[in-house]
T-cell receptor, first 115, second 113 residues
Framework: AQSVTQLGSHVSVSEGALVLLRCNYS??????LFWYVQYPNQGLQLLLK??????LVKGINGFEAEFKKSETSFHLTKPSAHMSDAAEYFC?????????????FGTGTRLTIIP | ETGVTQTPRHLVMGMTNKKSLKCEQH?????MYWYKQSAKKPLELMFV???????ENNSVPSRFSPECPNSSHLFLHLHTLQPEDSALYLC????????????FGPGTRLTVT
């Protein structure tokens, strides 16, 4: 069974500082991996996804994530935090069982930006 | 705006009430989903519909009853709920089943008293 672990339920960074949100996955087959963002009072929005092409994936709003098979990680980064980045971030994994793909989500990391 | 709308946005109901949540997608997608989001827990997939047929039911109690009358609309009928059912209920849609991107609605915040 697949699973994801997000280390740190709350992360605070100063405006302009590096954002690093951690995600480790467990999957018996090469996975597909996703990062979603949820702003207050809104649903989830896809930031980026890894589907076995380039290991460094660029997403919207300046975010990117790197797939590291040896570390079973898919950490999300942004070089310079902006106040508008304050939100909850979810890592998700899907196995490659064609026709029956399901997303398994982590518990989320709430990102706070300090002015 | 993601193209997925949900009504109502907030709902308070007693344990003996019957209510329904509505989801509508304006994206021409073929698959729709219900998720439950509770505090400090991962998002839980409840039901999946593809072309109006239910393809997934993740051991959800029968007090939750989904309905998909067409590919644009999805309902979640609620009856005799428990306080632990209080949560944010999210609807999502995707072009097809599989790994096409899921688009989420804003959710319905449900409180069971």
């Amino acid at each position: 069974a697949q699973s994801v672990t997000q280390l740190g339920s709350h992360v605070s960074v100063s405006e302009g500082a590096l954002v690093l949100l951690r995600c480790n996955y467990s999957s018996s087959v090469p996975p597909y991996l996703f990062w979603y963002v949820q702003y207050p009072n809104q649903g989830l929005q896809l930031l980026l996804k890894y589907t076995s092409a380039a290991t460094l994936v660029k997403g919207i709003n300046g975010f990117e994530a790197e797939f590291k098979k040896s570390e079973t990680s898919f950490h999300l980064t942004k070089p310079s935090a902006h106040m508008s980045d304050a939100a909850e971030y979810f890592c998700a994994v899907s196995d490659r069982n064609f026709g029956n793909e399901k997303l398994t989500f982590g518990t989320g990391t709430r990102l706070t930006i300090i002015p | 705006e993601t193209g997925v709308t949900q009504t109502p946005r907030h709902l308070v109901m007693g344990m003996t009430n019957k209510k329904s949540l509505k989801c509508e997608q304006h994206l021409g997608h073929n698959a729709m989903y219900w998720y439950k989001q509770s505090a400090k827990k991962p998002l839980e997939l409840m039901f999946v519909y593809s072309l109006e047929e239910r393809v997934e039911n993740n051991s959800v109690p029968s007090r939750f009853s989904p309905e998909c009358p067409n590919s644009s609309h999805l309902f979640l009928h609620l009856h005799t709920l428990q306080p632990e059912d209080s949560a944010l209920y999210l609807c999502a849609s995707s072009q097809d089943l599989g790994l096409s991107e899921q688009y989420f609605g804003p959710g319905t915040r449900l409180t069971v008293t």
